[in-house]
């Protein structure tokens, strides 16, 4: 099986192709996401013949074509629900007209962190493992389910995939979901910056001369013993840690998977979670595992793959 | 069909005959939960055999028995796997190999919560709504969900049954479940009277005067507009309505349900949170419904007829 995989982010289009669960060969475009995303999904039809062009595979003998996307998705109708603040114009599309017309190809389309962690759990750090649960830590948090070798979408497609928005405060600060005190509003990299500057240590601190306060900057003079990149530090694991746990308590996984950008500090990050895990979660079965992702960023390329079969399957049916 | 149903608690048990959705009888008997469940089984059978004689109903005619338990179940093997601090014998004894012998019955057993949702989404208040969760608010949080039809179990039987067990302050005090700062320790029977005595505004609390400090008395006394109760009110309502969002953003239902005994409050609680969750939940498809629970005890009652038949089904599968 040959498909087209695209997976949107807010600042870059990953596009690829992908056979029996390897990238063929892959490219990366500007998301341009201010603008409407009805003018650049011409670029990415254009860039996705380019690459088969390159290969020598022609576009209409792929299976189809998936799309990773950062929103609550309509699977069936493959219609983008929600808003991210990025291509205004997304939920009034119909995507799967826009590719049977452009590309003469069918489309299926499914959240980002849902296709990180069924990339993750037939390719990746998941494989073999039917419970397994992901984490992606970056500018927000994404999070999805897979509970004894389903894929966990829920009637309106949101179960799972809304773990980033778990209230860990309920008195905390509002979060752009509508909610007040989550996971993603104590620690991810949209408000590291704000968090880091308004530490009272901060002033006197190493982050202080920094370009960029991210978590990169934080965990790497966290490791030269500035303190409030300590607290700082701390104070994040804690909030991963018990969002986790919380996780490990409603979806019952063997395995924990966490990716995104802040796990290029995960040396750090999955012992601290798995030592969290081990004291505070309630599994008499045994112990769950926390490991890094593996795919990285084909994670959700390699699960387009998987979610055409899926669709292609039912349409059989 | 006809079924023998018994439903374990701390303190009673509650016994019944089901068939058709219905129960025919029901009693009570006291637990005795600090004595051996193996000892106490036997007053169960001899209950559940009067009940049958006094209804005129042979008791080996009936398709089987159901237990309703507080605790995590290996469904499968029909094993009792958690402690609770009652029953200290469970986990050792073979429940189904007890039922053949005993009363030549198929059993099938499932945590109390799961139970009571199952009995409130096919005949009460989850009724014609396959997409659902329960909280019960009592002694601790129970919880459980279905989504899309399918009841959430989870390969070690876990999945959602410890939603009462998701922190809500990662600094928060120890649960007996070995997590931190968990919805049922910050607002459940269980701790309320110790968290009322440590309220500031306790002791010019008409709350002090109270034989037992209980959540029907703080509603009771928070209705007349005594401060301490007010305040302890609305701290519960907080925590319960972040529960109920952190659960409505992992489990994508359209209904939720509130059952236990705090729900003799229930006209205040119910609209406090139904306002909460339209106000913090995200959920673009449109508006979670919050309900009260209609069946109260009866519902892991008539959860067993359908836990049996499940069982039967599978057997001849």
Not at 1 to 11: I, K, Q, S, Y
Not at 163 to 175: D, E, N, S, V, Y
């Amino acid at each position: 099986m040959t498909c087209l995989a695209v997976d949107f982010g807010g600042t870059r289009i990953k596009l690829g192709i992908v056979r029996d669960g390897s990238v063929l060969a892959h490219r990366v475009i500007a998301a341009q996401s201010d603008q409407p995303l009805a003018s650049r999904l011409e670029a990415v039809a254009a860039a996705l013949e380019a690459l088969c062009q390159e290969q020598g595979i022609a576009t209409g003998t792929c299976d189809g074509i998936g799309f990773s996307y950062p929103s609550i998705i309509d699977r069936r109708n493959a219609r983008i629900l929600d808003h991210f603040g990025k291509f205004g114009d997304a939920s009034t599309i119909d995507l799967r007209g826009w590719s049977r017309e452009r590309l003469r190809l069918p489309l299926a389309i499914d959240n980002d962190a849902r296709m990180a962690l069924i990339g993750e759990w037939r390719h990746g750090a998941g494989r073999g493992c039917d419970n397994c649960v992901i984490v992606t830590l970056g500018t927000g948090i994404g999070v999805s389910a897979v509970i004894e070798s389903h894929v966990l979408r829920g009637v309106h497609g949101q179960a799972g995939i809304l773990g980033g928005h778990i209230t860990l405060q309920p008195a905390g600060p509002q979060c752009v979901c509508g909610n007040k005190g989550c996971a993603e509003v104590a620690a991810s990299t949209s408000v590291i910056g704000k968090l880091a500057r308004e530490h009272p240590a901060f002033g006197s601190s190493a982050l202080a001369r920094e370009d960029v306060v991210d978590y990169a900057a934080i965990f790497r003079l966290a490791a030269k013993g500035d303190a409030c990149s300590v607290a700082l530090r701390e104070q994040s694991l804690q909030v991963w840690s018990a969002l986790v746990v919380n996780l490990i308590h409603v979806f019952d996984p063997e395995r924990v998977i966490l990716g995104g950008g802040i796990m290029g500090s995960g040396s750090v990050i999955v012992p601290a979670i798995q030592a969290y895990v081990e004291r505070h979660a309630h599994t008499p079965w045994g112990k769950v595992t926390v490991v890094q992702s593996s795919l990285g960023d084909h994670a959700a390329l390699v699960a387009c793959e998987w979610l055409v079969q899926e669709e292609m399957e039912k349409v059989l049916k």
